[in-house]
């Protein structure tokens, strides 16, 4: 079975993140032969080549550059893949064409969100309009993506995010990320955390206001904002010059298991009005970690979080009840460990990457029975 992994880039995010755990799982699996285009040559995870795959770089000029239909039509014509798995809405739109043409299974993996605007001008759901019919298979990480895209449910499959959990692993010391980020090693901090890019679909303003009003009244309450994007400066404006040992934005990191293993509680905040989660893997590694959680209802989300029991689900934007929920979590280590220990007692039987790995070998040996 040869399979060609499509897609637009891998940078940090959730479902480049899931590619390359994908491929890891697959790389022992005599059974399958596979290699990787992308469309950009920025790779975030360097993991990648150590898989000693073939990587194919479809580079357009231009973002109308149609060039790029071509260069994919003749590399499936040289290396005839039986399957090709694209993973985001512009690669399904150029595999299509050549899939038709080649005779070759199409996996549309499109599906990683769940969109908010359900028309022509989200283009995610427009190209959705355009290569669902095409595709032989449509799969998506929550079944709330699905419904929303209107995926037709003869086709179309739910496969969980998978995450190797050895990954949580030989952390690095907590007494030296401390030191790292707050200056001390063996302080008694209450740390708040959020992993997730600061683009606009993330809601950071709820997250800051909220920290603002609880750290100027308390010395022990850290935020840590981890993460890179469009906002980033907008977002680091808005602390107060007064509160920035306080309210720390680290950027982007390579070492993000072990910053989150300093979290007392991991935040994940959604701008509902633009976007809604498909299965976030932020709260994947809160909850692997042990940590409670605190998420916008809506999406994906709510297949992952039941409200207090593996965490908390609060409504978009609601900075009064996300206060109410840190502080019920601050005044209770109890709590904190019922929650937290449900989370993570929930990815080991869900979201391992051999149960992702498995299933998705199961499409795949379906489609070329």
């Known amino acids: 079975m040869k ?3 499509f897609i637009q880039s891998l940078i940090a995010g959730g479902k480049e993140r899931r590619l390359s755990q994908l491929m890891k799982g697959i790389n022992s699996n005599k059974e399958i032969e596979f290699s990787l285009a992308i469309m950009s040559e920025d790779i975030h995870y360097e993991e990648v080549h150590d898989l000693n795959i073939e990587i194919h770089y479809i580079i357009r000029e231009t973002k109308k550059d149609i060039s790029a239909f071509y260069k994919f039509y003749k590399l499936c014509e040289k290396i005839r893949p ?11 739109v150029y595999s299509v064409p050549t899939c038709k043409l080649l005779k070759i299974k199409l996996v549309n993996g499109m599906v990683v969100d769940t969109p908010v605007k359900q028309n022509i001008f989200n283009k995610d759901w427009l190209r959705a309009r355009l290569t669902f019919p095409f595709s032989d298979i449509i799969v998506g990480n929550s079944n709330a993506g699905l419904r929303a895209y209107k995926a037709q449910k003869s086709r179309s499959i739910c496969i969980n995010n998978g995450m190797d959990l050895s990954r949580f692993e030989n952390l690095k010391v907590p007494a030296s990320v401390h030191n790292e980020i707050f200056g001390v090693s063996a302080a008694d901090f209450f740390v708040i955390g959020m992993v997730a890019s600061f683009e606009e679909r993330k809601d950071y303003y709820t997250l800051i206001k909220t920290a603002i009003s609880i750290v100027s009244g308390r010395s022990n309450i850290r935020f840590v904002l981890v993460g890179d994007g469009r906002h980033f400066q907008r977002i680091k404006d808005l602390v107060p010059a007064s509160l920035t040992d306080k309210i720390i934005l680290l950027g982007k990191r390579s070492d993000v298991e072990s910053i989150i293993n300093i979290f007392d509680i991991g935040i994940l905040l959604t701008n509902a009005d633009v976007h809604g989660e498909g299965i976030s893997n932020s709260i994947i590694e809160y909850m692997a970690l042990g940590k409670p959680v605190i998420a916008t209802r809506g999406g994906g989300t709510d297949e992952i979080i039941t409200d207090n029991h593996n965490g908390f689900l609060i409504d978009p934007g609601n900075a009064v009840e996300l206060t109410e929920k840190i502080d019920l979590l601050i005044g209770s280590q109890l709590l904190c460990s019922r929650l937290g220990t449900e989370g ?12 992702m790995t498995r299933k998705y070998i199961e499409v795949y040996k379906k489609m070329i029975c």
């Open 3 to 5: 399979i060609l992994f």
């Open 82 to 92: 039986d399957i090709v798995h694209c993973w985001d809405s512009m690669t399904a």
């Open 344 to 355: 993570k007692k929930m990815i080991k039987e869900r979201f391992d990457l051999k149960i």
